[in-house]
């Protein structure tokens, strides 16, 4: 299982990575691998005003339907669209060309509320 | 569905757990959260009076009518247990069921047959006798609750899924998905929904340790 340092982890198995106000959004090694195959994902809309925790986006596996939340609050500014035509990439590269989108954060300081690698592999470890 | 669907939106709220045993009348194809609508043949579901339905879960379509539907919503049993994990422990309730009326099913592999019908086709979820699938099923999850459904296999329809999805319907189609699935009726077991919905109510109590205090008839 993979964690890499660089990033911030939320509880419900997403990854964000910052730069900036702008924050780069997927779901963990952890995630997909617990999911399996996935065969859709229902992206946002470029544009759309998301809250933290809200829920933004859906992810079929084989089998399953779940939600992706928002991990911090902010303005959808980019969406992967390569994940229509390939949706594999969750599973393959879950934190590079699997990333699901980029938020332009309202508030970066909701970042602090999330959990760093080493917090993040003991809330996987312990489950 | 949208019943199932709001049993998962109660027990994400906080609600108990659920269990629902249902059958279709009149038959209805079921199709997955995000199957497009242009695999329906609309004018062949209108012509033997199928209704189209969606469901919240994924997988591909289903023809309702000769089954017994159950639903579970129940809270995760871990935060992230894998959806195999839930499979794994619904399967125990069905399977316990199930050999209550003598039927032997075992978890279909994961790695089975994949295709656009969903009785078609065989994964870690669905059940099989033999080879052959009998009970298929599918989930979603919101919050920290998830919702299971499936369709158990009592007997036939004098059509099937590829009578009603565009370029489907084909001799060979037809073959493969007759002899990919069995039906309670061809395996000698009770076919009556009332017992088998009886039947399938204690496997999941056994299996999940859960008393149902609460009979709703619809």
Known sequence: MDYPEQLRYSAEHEWVAADGNRARIGITDYAQDALGDVVYVQLPEVGATVAAMARCAEVESTKSVSDIYAPVGGTVAEVNQALDGAPEKLNQDPYGDGWIFVLEMSDPSELDSLMDAAAYRQLVEEQ | MAADRALLDEVAAGASPALRLYRWS????????????DD???TACRDRGVEIVRRPTGGRAL?????????????????????DAVYRLLARGLTRGLACLGVEAAVARADGPAGPLCFASQQGADLRVGEQKVCGSAQVRRDDAVLQHGAL?????????TDLLRGAADDDGRARLRVATVTLRELGAPVDARVVANALADGFAEALDLRFTAAVRG
């Open chain 2, 26 to 37: 009149p038959p209805a194809l079921s199709l997955g959260r995000f199957q497009p609508e």
């Open chain 2, 40 to 42: 329906v043949d609309h």
């Open chain 2, 63 to 83: 023809l309702h009518g000769a089954d017994l539907t159950y639903a579970v919503a129940m809270p995760r049993p871990e935060r992230a247990a894998s959806v």
């Open chain 2, 153 to 161: 296999l009592l007997d036939r329809l004098p059509f099937d899924e």
